[in-house]
């Protein structure tokens, strides 16, 4: 029974920001990796930005110098800052988590998606 809860969508104006919170809850043992993904109706869904348990992170390049990801391990919460919000950012934002639920194997858990929408 894990559940990611996302908030922190809605419209921005180009150029604008947003600030995207993600958090596990449930019978959570432990995360592995963490992360965003995003799709818009024709497309397929693609990774965004992506963190280990540790530091590391990836971004995909479209979103390079302008998102920031980050986590808050003791809250078992992901973040997604992203700034100079462009058009071609408009999307339902999906958060992912590598979950080990009570004491078992990794698996991946999906939020039902919060949308962003960037338009003057």
């Known amino acids: 029974q894990v559940q990611l809860a996302e908030s922190g969508g809605g419209l921005v104006q180009p150029g604008g920001s947003l600030r995207l919170s993600c958090a596990a809850s449930g019978s959570v043992f432990s995360i592995n990796t963490m992360g965003w993904f995003r799709q818009d109706p024709g497309k397929e869904r693609e990774l965004v930005a992506r963190?280990?348990?540790?530091?590391?992170?990836i971004y995909a390049d479209s979103v390079k110098g302008r998102f920031t990801i980050s986590r808050d391990k003791a809250k078992n919460t992901v973040y997604l800052q992203m700034s100079s919000l462009k058009p071609e950012d408009t999307a339902v934002y999906y958060c992912n988590a590598e979950v080990a639920a009570s004491r078992g194997p990794l698996m991946d858990y999906w939020g039902k998606g919060t949308l962003v929408t960037v338009s003057s």
């Open positions: 963190i280990t348990s540790g530091i590391s992170t």
